[in-house]
């Protein structure tokens, strides 16, 4: 192909790229004169241009579309949706023929009388009244008529050349301002491509193309005819007013020209090929320095040092500048966005708002053309499935106007990318039910994922939830595709999503592919190397103290701040331990476990004599999970290189590289690790942990107790998660104000409450308190010894007789008392239940009564805010006998209730954020609600009478003060007494 | 690929090796490099003819052991070792042998096809057979050294 068209080719995709983004601009600002001054120019140049190649088809559409743009620019007509939409047509029916030519290196079979009609109408139709002025300002009524020709002749269904060629004649004429003599002289040759094009033989219509070309290309530039003066005028389709564009005026453009953004002389067009290779080099060259660094480093100070030293800078200075030709702003790729927008919401009747931030963040365009379509793919999903109809927004108490935001940033040598919406969020429901239909999990299985992991599976093949296929979405194939190209590239996507409120995807990219920083670690004397990418941050572990391995059933897991994270070796996944030094390390750690149990914290003596091994937490796709290796060497900047063809479907590593010290090591990818080590989209993260904790059941399961010890042997316990810190406190920062312990803590006074009478603070002694706070409200209770944090299940064996108390249990083989906390929080502080009132509504319950009705296991499903009320009354409840549900919000309460799960009694806080307990009560007990036969107990720190009548009259059925277990406990068995 | 061999001259060079006495030939323009024993970085869960992985000069090399490749028993720890380094299909291998003799220009005349009783593996990556004065010298065809490997999963 020539050389012409293809620069031509390049030019005119990269103007139509901006006229999209311009014209979605200019249908919300319709009056925007620059802009519209923008458009019309770039179309002109591509009309222009068409010209000199001739590609009659082609200009055509652009001369007609330019015509429409012409009166917009006047403001002859208003620019409305559907002639946007119409020029949009063009624009696409330009992309089309383009498209055709780069292919096929010549126009496209066919025409385009359809669209020219209609753009004629558009031209011509709003018209009617105003015709008559226009024709006359114009002052071309030639013009005019060569349009109503192009008309008949359409009519009469000839494609009419000639017609044309008029057209072609403007456009060249147009374009070369200040050559009006060569122009006319042309004119006659001119005449004669068409006599050539309709006797359809080419040749010598080229030949003179050709000539033509020559005599343009010396046309002093392409500036005139983008000549702002031009708007003031009142006949912008009359090219043939050459006297118009002289060079004065060429001049005053220029001085507009910072408006305009071209500014080509700074720029140079470089072959990608080009800059590929120098990457490459660069590469080498990186990597060779790294080698003579690390042997000078072996060497000490020779002659060496310095000039190498130099070199190294230079390297680095080099790879950086290389790097930057390779950086193109994200905006590029998001450029066809915001059309691709417009037409959904015109599409699918949505108003669907594109905010896009952080356009300007740069990356390498490698990643940049590998990520354009999955992003394109995900916004269009995000139009499609997440925003609603106008409709339904409104009924969901939202804008109109759906909102997806784009945001891109840098961060820890990553890009972040983030797609938000505020559409209806993930249907979990449906998701749920092709979980089951593509029998990609079991109803029971399902049943034990949090939300957060039944989300995942839209990354799976063939999970589509859209209702209907739309020309859109909805074809099976699309997330699963993003998240392989994602992945591919090093990058992971994550996803949040709440049903109603909306989704977010987040993205993370390295920024560039050619050189990654990975961190070398050692399994089994051989080295490895991590993506920095996926390093979330290393631990070491020893068999002993806190960071230490455990097994369930020989699968390694690892607690990281209250985080349960499945492990795997190295070394054996690699095959490398033949899992002999694992199992060692396994068998070892079980025997200090077992050793633990018996005799607590012996562990110290078994002094095995083995090595300190590291975990590296490694994050994919926003689950984590630990790499055992046994050393960590540094971080090290290594150029990719593909594996052999024969190691290809090793999918453990995703590449191989030499390192400084010249030796080959095999780059191992996460993806791959997380794959092998089997299902690991069960693992959870931090926030659906938090779900799950809140929709389960938590009476059956083991609770973190904090062990301690008051005077007697007894130890005691206290549910770890109720307590905030635990603190030393010295005998000499105790205070006493009007006979309370106080101490100073944090800026406020804490007041101190030994656990039992015998519990003093002798001089010059320190005492551990655990310290209890919520609602910036703290108190400490002071006790003798911290003995241990145990995992046990609450099974009250004994119930208490001594307040203070709830009973005894069997933790860790011992018989323990555990505490009641309630009892402290009240003696201590009144302040801590608001208004202190210590008569609760109904508190006439039977103090004999036997409040455990173990034997019915009760439902009892608790709604509270607040964590620490969670925390308190929830073990109480269980240790009560009861199956104990908590949730956080209301909301998902009624959530639960739509969804059809049973409770025998419900208890609700009142005051709480979003939806406080008369609202729950009112929603629940409504006419429909599945519940509306649940009893229903408030339990809340306002207790005044005015309170309780009106929840006894949005329907509840008791009316409990916060602190108060006993009748709590009372209440409840009354209840559901009542209720049976 | 005998017959274009003959077509094109009367014979031929090639380098020969030794694995555990037997002596082999690869052609010679078919070797890039003979190496001395190198440092290999082992790649885990590839096949077991893999031996790993080398610099050389900044290209990364797959190494291949021809004795597992020939279903013989694992070099001993004292032994030493070479390798030739053959390009196929634009990636480099090196093939870790016992030792290189001399280069050996052999009449065409004299190749014979392989005997119906070789084992098949052998027949799998040889061409044919050569008579040597004191022993025969089996004609290494290297595309099929190399190509079944990746098939052939441990």
Known sequence: MDDLIIDFITETNESIEELDADLVNLEKNPNDKDLLGKIFRLMHTIKGTCGFLSLPRLEKVAHHAENVLGRFRDGDLEVTAGYVTLIFESIDQIKFIVAEIEETGGEPEGGDAALIAKLDAAYEGKDVSGDASAVGESTSLGDVSGEKDIVVNIQEKSLAPGEASIDELEAAFAAAPGMDGIVNSADSKEKDIVVNIQEKSLAPGEASMDELEAAFAAAPGMDGIVNPADLNKKDPVNPKKKKEVKKPKSKKEKTDKPKAKKAPAKTLRVAVDVLEDLMTMVSELVLTRNQLLQIVRTQGDTEFSTPLQRLSHVVSELQEGVMATRMQPIGNAWSKLPRIIRDLSIELDKKIELVMTGQETELDRQVLELIQDPLTHMVRNSGDHGIETPADRVEAGKSETGTISLDAFHEGGHIIIRISDDGKGLPEDKIRSKILENGLATEEEIGEMSSQQIQQFIFHAGLSTAEKVTAVSGRGVGMDVVRTNIEKIGGSIDLRSTEGKGSTFTIKIPLTLAIVSALIVEAENERFAIPQLSVRELVMISDHGDNRIEYIKGSPLFRLRDRLLPLVSLGSILGLSDKNAFDQVSKLTKENDESESETESETEGNAFDHKNLYLVIAQVGGYDFGIIVDRVFDTEEIVVKPVAQMLKDLTLFSGNTILGDGSVIMILDPNGIANATGNIAAVDDPESKKNSDGIKADSEKKTSLLLFKVGGDTPKAVPLSLVSRLENIKSEDVEYSSGQMTVQYRGTLMPLTPFDPSVKISEGEEKPVLVFSDNGNAMGIVVDEIIDIMEEVIDIKLHATQSGLLGSAIIDGQATDVVDIAHFLKGANKDWFEDGSDTPFISDGDEDEDICPKKLKKRVLFVDDSPFFRNMITPLLSMAGYEVTTLEKPQDAIKMCEDGVEFDVIISDIEMPDMDGFEFAAHIKSEDSKWMDTPLVALSSHATPKDIERGLNVGFNNYVAKFDRDTLLDTLVKTLADAE | ?154
């Open chain 2, 1 to 154: 690929m005998p017959n274009e061999l003959i077509e094109e001259s009367t014979s031929k060079d090639y380098l020969t090796i030794v694995i555990e006495d037997q002596t082999f030939g690869i052609p010679v323009l078919q070797v890039q490099d003979v190496l001395r024993e190198q440092k290999v970085t082992k790649i885990p869960l590839a096949s077991r003819e893999v031996a790993g992985s080398l610099n050389l000069r900044g290209r990364i090399v797959t190494a291949i052991d021809v004795r597992r490749r020939l279903g013989l028993g694992d070099r001993n720890d004292n032994e030493a070792s070479m390798s030739v380094v053959v390009e196929h299909k634009g990636e480099l291998f090196s093939l870790i042998i016992d030792s290189v003799g001399d280069v050996l220009s052999l009449e065409n005349s004299n190749f014979e096809k392989n005997p119906g009783t070789l084992e098949q593996t052998w027949k799998d990556i040889s061409s044919g057979i050569f008579q040597l004065e004191n022993n025969l010298l089996v004609v290494v065809d290297v595309p099929s050294l190399l190509e079944n490997i990746s098939n052939s999963k441990k």
